[in-house]
């Protein structure tokens, strides 16, 4: 009995490990968790039997949390100006508007070292870069040093934590008198890249750009070389892992090796020694990408139970693979890459022996084809099944396809890659690299001609509510009903699997909504915002190019009524493009008179254009005009109908706007200027400060005659924030600098602002 309980240890201390790291994420002094583990440590050593299981279960508890409070809360160097020095690590990637960004190791600040690697961005005007600016070279510069920040706003990306699971601590910014030299220290990290760099420029020259960009990505991980529209299409179709160099590409180097091995006829003990030699120089080759981590371990997991004849269970595999990489790095838990690969193998480990064993051709060896096929549809549905919670948390989209397409889209990346491998060995010998790389240019692209073919079809995507707890509870009785661990009548099984159908489908049925809010988006210096009033989704702003919006859009399945810009400046119009690429349709959209006309960027008059073309109906507002809203309405203060000058600056021209919600005065201010406000003064209780708080905007005379009893302010900086609470005096200002989103709910006469950050605190009182 005892020597059972211990076989089943695993599964429970990876769920305490993790419960433990998620505990002390939010701890901040790490004292009370080390504490923890003495005692904990003492019980093991102490007890016998049951209360040693215990005490082993309790110290994966407590290591857990004190290994999750070390890796949230590092000690991090002072913000502000510094001498940097170091070695760029990973590929440079160039964004719009001039942004370049990648990341430095074996970085020094005035002269210190810094003891994790920090993410580096500039702006620069230049098409091109210098060529000395390439991966493995070391520079040095003047830049800022800031502390990056974690999620601003209602299920947000936190950028924080994604540095953080790549060992990144800090943030630079900047590169003042910045100039390259050949490295004065080792950084394996830097060699790595450069070597990456230069395979990846190999294969580019060697296949041409489409074939070797793909080639890159699937062996190397450098998925920059693929256009964004191709990135969505795989993604459509719920075929994206394979473009991320993950446990498929590594199950298929070692699949490669395993043939080449029995070929040779290599010892099984030479065997696992060179699987983890090949493994290790390939997870380096791919900068210790954490997905190819995670499979080389499982795999040298597999493989050493096999060559040692000590086979463990897929279930325990996963467990101690999943307790050593977060002993390794905590951060990975909360990552969307860790959950999908265990997600993924938990389902092919629990749910697709049972979906085999029910294969009504096994035991005919005339019909061994159609065996093999349903063993590898059994295969990719328990996938399918382990990922979907995620799936449709993270994106809350249900590829319709995807179970159709994996099985041939993964049979036919396998050929791909097995040429993609001898192209990029054969490298070194150009005569008898042609063949192979001819042929893999074909595959190639007849796989992308496929892929955007596909994605084109209409309805090939079902946009769901994310996933709750609900989803959750509906998914463990789906994996009950077709689980091989435990042991049922066919009946309770079919009954378990109805009912958790039926509890998933209706926890992806979005709520009904009865409140009136207005939620402030965090945006740095941009303006986002929506007016959630019971059924009605209305868009004030979208904000810049970052899916701020169109994430909350997408995860609350909301359709906008309207979307209601107030000018045509990206930081208030950029948004378009995420609504855009998220597919979110956008029935009517209003703009101030004579926005157009104003000084705007081209490009937010191109995406004007895609709206149009998409059926987009485009109305254009001025002084008086209103529209109902179902707790209120929303009626133009500024601009005046045909009085605007062309050519303008488009803040003097932005469309003000008094929303009446629930007897409650609301004035949003757009971005208009102190020459142009006392034409939009209206008395209000709650006032969106115009042009984030700007010196220019709020004058004293307008903030008289308006008087309102809190006011909104978007910005960026806290100091800006701070500065604007000593101009307004006692009003209380909710800035998204300190508090993140600030959700205003209306009631009857009365509203109160909630900052996403709940330790914020208004200003001003």
Not at 181 to 201: D, E, I, N, Y
Not at 453 to 463: F, Q, R
Not at 602 to 626: K, M, P, V, W
Not at 727 to 748: C, H, M, N, Q, Y
Request: with cysteine.
């Amino acid at each position: 009995m005892t020597a059972r309980r211990w076989a089943w240890f695993l599964p429970p201390a990876c769920l305490l490990l993790m419960a433990g790291i998620l505990l002390g994420r939010g701890i901040s002094s790490p004292l009370l968790p080390w504490l923890a583990c003495l005692p904990a440590v003492a019980a093991v050593f102490l007890l016998r039997d049951r209360l040693r299981f215990v005490a082993c279960l309790a110290l994966f508890f407590a290591l857990g949390a004190a290994a999750g409070q070390m890796a949230w809360h590092p000690s991090l160097p002072a913000e502000g100006e510094y001498e940097v020095r170091g070695i760029i690590s990973s590929e440079i990637r160039r964004g719009s508007y001039g942004r370049v960004q990648t990341t430095l190791s074996e970085v020094s600040l005035n002269g210190r070292p810094l003891s994790s690697g920090a993410y580096w961005t500039f702006y620069t005007d230049e098409e091109e870069l210098p060529e000395a600016f390439a991966p493995g070279r070391e520079v040095s510069f003047r830049g800022s040093l800031y502390h990056p920040e974690g999620a601003s706003n209602p299920d947000g990306y936190d950028f924080r934590e994604e540095l953080l699971r790549r060992g990144i601590t800090v943030g630079l910014y900047g590169d003042e008198d910045l100039s390259f030299s050949a490295p004065s220290v080792f950084s394996f990290a830097g060699v790595t890249a450069s070597w990456r760099a230069r395979l990846s420029a190999a294969l580019v020259r060697e296949m041409g750009d489409e074939a070797g960009g793909y080639t890159s990505a699937l062996l190397l991980g450098t998925r920059s070389l693929i256009p964004s529209e191709d990135r969505a299409a795989f993604s459509k179709l719920g075929i994206a892992h394979v473009l991320s160099v993950s446990g498929f590409h590594t199950g298929i180097l070692v699949m490669l090796l395993a043939a080449l091995f029995r070929l040779l006829k290599l010892r099984q003990s030479v065997r696992l020694v060179l699987y983890a030699v090949v493994l290790l120089a390939y997870c380096a080759l791919c900068g210790f990408n954490p997905p190819v981590v995670r499979a080389s371990l499982l795999l040298l997991l597999a493989l050493g139970g096999k060559i040692l004849n000590r086979p463990r269970s897929g279930l325990h595999l996963l467990c101690a693979s999943a307790i050593l990489l977060l002993l390794w790095s905590p951060v990975q838990l909360t990552g969307i890459s860790f959950q999908l690969t265990f997600a993924a193998l938990l389902g092919i480990t629990l749910i697709s022996p049972y979906l085999d064993s029910l294969n009504p051709f096994r035991w005919n060896w005339r019909r061994r084809i159609l065996s093999r096929l349903w063993s590898s549809v059994s295969f990719v549905l328990g996938a399918e099944l382990g990922v979907l919670v995620p799936v449709l948390y993270y994106y809350q989209k249900l590829p319709l396809l995807s179970l159709l397409v994996n099985l041939p889209v993964s049979f036919f990346v396998t050929v791909l890659l097995s040429l993609d491998w001898i192209v990029l060995l054969l490298l070194p010998v150009p005569f008898l690299c042609g063949l192979p790389a001819a042929a893999a240019r074909v595959l190639t692209s007849w796989l992308v001609s496929g892929v955007r073919a596909l994605s084109a079809l209409p309805g090939i995507t079902l946009w769901t509510h994310a996933s709750t707890w609900v989803t959750v509870l509906g998914m463990l009785a789906v994996f009950v009903a077709l689980c091989r661990l435990f042991r049922s009548k066919p009946w309770v099984r079919i009954l378990c699997l109805l009912s958790g159908l039926a509890v998933v489908c209706v926890s992806l049925i979005p709520p009904p909504h009865r409140e009136t809010e207005y939620i402030q988006f965090g945006v740095g210096n941009a303006d986002a915002a929506v007016l959630w009033d019971q059924d009605d989704v209305v868009v004030v702003d979208a904000g810049e190019n970052d899916g701020v919006v169109s994430g909350f859009l997408r995860r609350n399945r909301l359709a906008p009524t309207a979307v209601v810009l107030t000018h045509l400046h990206t930081d208030h119009a950029g948004g378009l493009q995420s609504l855009l690429d998220d597919e979110i349709p956008v029935r009517t959209l209003y703009l101030p008179s004579g926005a157009e006309n104003m000084q705007v960027d081209e490009d937010i008059l191109a995406l004007l254009d895609q709206l149009r073309a998409s059926g987009t109906e485009i109305r254009y507002l001025a002084r008086g005009d209103t529209l109902s809203l179902p707790s209120g309405s929303l009626t133009v203060l500024w601009p005046e109908r045909e009085k605007t000058r062309p050519g303008g600056n488009a803040n003097d021209y932005s469309l003000v706007s008094l929303f009446s919600l629930r007897g409650t005065a609301f004035l949003q201010a757009a971005d208009i200027t102190g020459a142009y406000e006392s034409y939009a003064a209206h008395p209000a209780d709650l006032l969106k400060a115009a042009h984030h708080g700007s010196a220019s905007s709020t004058s004293p005379q307008f903030l008289a005659a308006v008087n309102p009893r809190a006011i909104l302010l978007p910005c960026d900086k806290v100091s800006r924030a701070e500065s604007f609470s000593a101009r307004v005096g006692e009003i209380p200002v909710w800035s998204t600098a300190k508090g993140g989103a600030l959700t205003v709910r209306f009631e009857d006469n009365f509203f109160t602002v909630t900052p996403f950050l709940s330790h914020s605190d208004p200003g001003g009182r």
